[in-house]
């Protein structure tokens, strides 16, 4: 049987975790995602794949066991104080909460990760998207913030690193906020390269002070255009990408930095998405068989969202 070369890579659990009426990271983002890439025909052309659930000792080669042990706990006693009439969310700070199904939405998030990693090494396919919530690049190794809880991302570099024994693992974010997590799980690892772009200063209010020899940060102010971010990619992450070369690499794919959307003040259009996606894709077939696994972090206008998503996946899927 002949597959697609791009999986697609999502599971129902990741729907039923929500952080309250009115919050930007819901379960709409999923659906705006889904819609369009059916009303388009790109989900046709995609080969798509149930994300399991991680196991703990996956998440925990980047994050730390107690945490994890700290958040499963957390989501058992507000399962208990909901079934007892208690509140539907317990708040982990101002932005950020857990309900009922939070843990197993995470697991999921996570899981799909790994499984697009293992579906890449096998050859099954050449690429993955996985379009999965809650997001992940601000959880650090001890730490859920930022509506994130388990770095799907980092999970699965190192997953990538320990599990195959690659030796180069490279992570690309664009989200419009700075990948606090993922630097701080993979900082310092030679193994590891991560380049980023991100609004600042910005919520995290990170990323811009020393950052060790394998971070590659571009902080970049307000209203920057999709040009001027596409140079920083020429003429910065490509050079490093190249000296690196990554046997495998990693997308934290966010679409907040779109200029619709009102999350942060870049200016990027789907034409940068497709544009910064295939520069990405070149470095992965020079350098690393073409293994890309590309998941999810923000974008929280969904008109935007679902047509930058959808501009990204028709370069991963050759569309």
Request: charged content about 25%.
């Amino acid at each position: 049987m002949t597959v697609s070369k791009t999986g697609y890579f999502t599971h129902r659990d990741c729907w039923k975790h929500e952080m309250g009426a009115g919050h930007p990271e819901c379960p709409a983002r999923l659906d705006a995602i889904e819609d369009r890439l059916l009303v388009t025909g790109v989900a046709d052309a995609l080969e798509r794949f149930e994300a399991p659930q991680a196991s703990l000792a996956d998440i925990e080669l980047a994050h730390d066991r107690m945490y994890v042990a700290s958040l499963r706990g957390m989501t058992d006693r507000l399962v208990e104080e909901l079934q007892a009439g208690g509140p539907a969310h317990a708040q982990i700070d101002p932005d950020t909460s857990i309900n009922a199904h939070t843990w197993n939405a995470s697991l999921r998030a996570a899981g799909a990760a790994l499984a697009a990693t293992d579906a890449v090494m096998a050859g099954e396919i050449e690429n993955a998207f996985c379009s999965v919530r809650p997001p992940g690049h601000h959880a650090t190794r001890n730490k859920a913030m930022g509506f994130c809880f388990f770095n799907n991302v980092a999970v699965a570099a190192r997953y990538a690193l320990e599990r195959y024994k690659l030796h180069r693992v490279a992570v690309v974010d664009f989200d419009v906020h700075h990948g606090n997590g993922t630097e701080d799980i993979l900082s310092g690892d030679p193994r590891a390269l991560m380049v980023s772009i991100f609004q600042h200063p910005f919520y995290p209010f990170s990323g811009d002070a020393d950052p060790a020899p394998n971070m590659l940060n571009v902080p970049v102010a307000a209203y920057t255009k999709g040009m001027d971010v596409r140079e920083i990619v020429e003429m910065l992450w490509i050079p490093r990408l190249e000296a690196f070369k990554p046997e495998m690499i990693f997308v934290s794919a966010g679409f907040d930095a779109h200029r619709e959307d009102d999350m942060g003040q870049l200016g990027l259009t789907e034409q940068d998405y497709t544009w910064i996606t295939q520069r990405i894709k070149d470095v992965a077939r020079r350098f690393s068989k073409g293994r890309i696994v590309s998941c999810l972090e923000g974008g929280y206008m969904m008109d935007p969202l679902a047509r930058s998503v959808e501009a990204h996946i028709r370069v991963l899927a050759d569309l």
